[in-house]
Each structure stands twice: as structure tokens, then as C-alpha cells.
């Protein structure tokens, strides 16, 4: 008998190995080898108005000839953060730091869902969310508010009637709680799967999202029935979830 996962998995920053490096295009792609069903990535602003995916506010690599470099996102061009090279191999070529639009391209051609963090807040919210219209990814996306809020979601909704929402915990929980809809578009961050942190979450009427991933803990996790598990981008997801269902007694 096939066993099927009910939960939903996601890569964090995609799904590394070797040389290759989070973040990437083709990290992307190899979580999507490996069956991910979202991706989670990060959205910056360039000084020239352009969203690139970067998790910190500044970004490190390599230029071509080798030389390491550092550039702070916000006050530089896009042209210069997107020659930045991030890894070099002969399996995955060159990768450089990629847009946010390349990124939902690759969504879009691979059927991947997509769990954009929106590392400028509600400042950029409505911009994201008119790029994923723009990349035909609507309904598609899980946007991660940081701190934006109901100001965030209603900015969004307006450009993604069907968008779905994270944010952290059990704080995030407690402030959609009038929100109608939380239960259809809100998931709840967290690491902590104690019952209380659980508990309050679903009573609180949101999904839950498990995070930080790894085969340590993932038994503890699923135990807690989550809606998303994420998982770390050196994690290999695919051989922690086959081994825990090839496991489980279902009578």
C-alpha cells in the first residue's frame, strides 16, 4: 500500500547539497526533484526598486574573478546584486543571486507553490503580491507578513483575492482572532510543539506550520498533525518523510 502524506512540505530556502548554495535557482529546482510542494524564499528591495531573493540585508558572494564581495540590498542597483555569484560546480553551473520573478518562474514551470517572506514588510507588500499576478501565481502564494498585519493581508487581498498568510506563533494567532477567515489563510509559525503552544494556536482558529525540520525532530512534529511542515534547506525531506511513513502502523 502507497502512503500518502497528508501535510504539506516545504523547503526552506530550497534544498542544498555540495557546493550549491540556499537561496538559488537551482536549490529551488532540487527541492522540487525531491518533492517539495512550496518553496520558502526572501523578498528585497534594490536600491532601483527591483525584488531579489536574499534572506539578510546584505548580501556576500563572489565576483568573476573570484574575489569576495559584500553589498548592503537596499542601496544597491539590482544589475550589481544580481552579479553576485553565490556557488560554482560542475553539476549546477553558476549560480547567481536571483529575482524574485525568476523565482516564480520557476515555480510557475515546475507546479511549486510559494511561501514568500516579506522582508520589507507592508512597505512592499502590494508590489509582491502585483509580481506574482504579473508571473501567473495567484492563489499560489503563502506570504509571510513580518509584522505587516491585517493592514498587509488587506493590501494583498486586494491584488490576490486568494493569497494565504504566515506569520510567527502564537502572536500572530492572537491578533487575527477577529480576522474571519484565518482558519482558510492563516498558518502559525512556530518550533515549539509543546500542547500548550499547539493547542492555543488551533483554538485560536489558525493552521499550523512547523519549522526547522530535521530527522531529530520531525517525529515529534508530525505527531502534532501539522498543515505545513518546513523543512531546513540542508535537510533531505523526501528520505526523513518516506522512512516515517514507511513506519507508521495504521492497524
Not at 482558529?205 to 505527531?223: H, Q, R, W
Amino acid at each position: 500500500m502507497e502512503r500518502k502524506k497528508a501535510w504539506l512540505t516545504t523547503a526552506h530556502r530550497g534544498f542544498v547539497e555540495g557546493d550549491l548554495k540556499e537561496n538559488s535557482l537551482a536549490a529551488y529546482y532540487n527541492a522540487y526533484l525531491h518533492g517539495a510542494d512550496i518553496i520558502e524564499t526572501d523578498a528585497r528591495l534594490t536600491s532601483d526598486g527591483v525584488l531579489v531573493v536574499n534572506h539578510d540585508r546584505d548580501v556576500k558572494g563572489f565576483d568573476e574573478n573570484g574575489n569576495p564581495v559584500r553589498y548592503i540590498v537596499k542601496d544597491t542597483s539590482s544589475d550589481v546584486i544580481c552579479s553576485v555569484i553565490l556557488s560554482k560546480d560542475e553539476k549546477w553551473g553558476v549560480q547567481r543571486i536571483p529575482t524574485l520573478e525568476q523565482v516564480l518562474h520557476l515555480a510557475y514551470n515546475t507546479g511549486l507553490r510559494v511561501n514568500i517572506d516579506l522582508k520589507n514588510g507592508i512597505d512592499t507588500a502590494e508590489m509582491v503580491a502585483k509580481l506574482v499576478l504579473k508571473c501567473g501565481m495567484q492563489g499560489k502564494v503563502i506570504y509571510a507578513l513580518n509584522g505587516a498585519g491585517l493592514p498587509g493581508i488587506n493590501a494583498i487581498i486586494k491584488v490576490d483575492p486568494d493569497a494565504c498568510f504566515d506569520d510567527h506563533g502564537i502572536a500572530f494567532a492572537e491578533e487575527m482572532k477577529d480576522y474571519p477567515e484565518r482558519g482558510k489563510r492563516c498558518y502559525c509559525y512556530t518550533s515549539d510543539t509543546s500542547p500548550e503552544t499547539v493547542n492555543a494556536i488551533r483554538n485560536l482558529g489558525c493552521k499550523l506550520e512547523l519549522i526547522s525540520l530535521k530527522p531529530e525532530n520531525f517525529e515529534a512534529a508530525v505527531a502534532c498533525h501539522p498543515d505545513i511542515c518546513e523543512f531546513l534547506h540542508t535537510s533531505d525531506f523526501k528520505t526523513i518523510e518516506e522512512d516515517y511513513l514507511s513506519k507508521v502502523k495504521l492497524f
